[in-house]
């Protein structure tokens, strides 16, 4: 069993910038593919980054390709969601998601944490 915890959501400003986290435990994570998803109220749940087991190559959505950043620290078995230049479209609740070996499917999920980008 995988537990994930999301942090650092808030409430923020056009243009401003967060980081989530996403700390595991139970086990080490190192081998799982991690992902990012959110669902904004009233709309389905959409896919945002992940980054792949083991060779840490990315995926974005288009939505936030180049603004946004997976990254992931083994040693602290945690993943990472830097988030720059945030408009009002990406206010949503945003979760983090496991996808044990092959990394096919996401598993495992956390409770989410709320981003709200508003003037």
């Known amino acids: 069993q995988v537990q994930l915890v999301e942090s650092g959501g808030g409430l923020v400003m056009p243009g401003d910038s967060l980081r989530l986290s996403c700390a595991a435990s139970?086990?080490?994570?190192?081998?799982?593919?991690m992902g990012w998803f959110r669902q904004a109220p009233g709309k389905e749940r959409e896919f945002v980054a992940s980054?792949?087991?083991?060779?840490?190559?990315?995926y974005y959505a288009a939505s936030v390709e180049g603004r946004f950043t997976c990254a992931r620290d083994n040693a602290k078995n945690t993943v990472y969601l830097q988030m720059n230049s945030l408009k009002p479209e990406d206010t949503a609740v945003y979760y983090c998601?496991?996808?044990?070996?092959?990394?096919?499917?996401?598993?495992?999920w956390g409770q989410g944490t709320q981003v709200t980008v508003s003037s």
């Open positions: 139970g086990r080490t994570i190192s081998g799982y593919t």
């Open positions: 980054i792949i087991r083991n060779i840490g190559l990315t």
């Open positions: 998601a496991a996808a044990p070996p092959p990394g096919r499917e996401y598993k495992y």
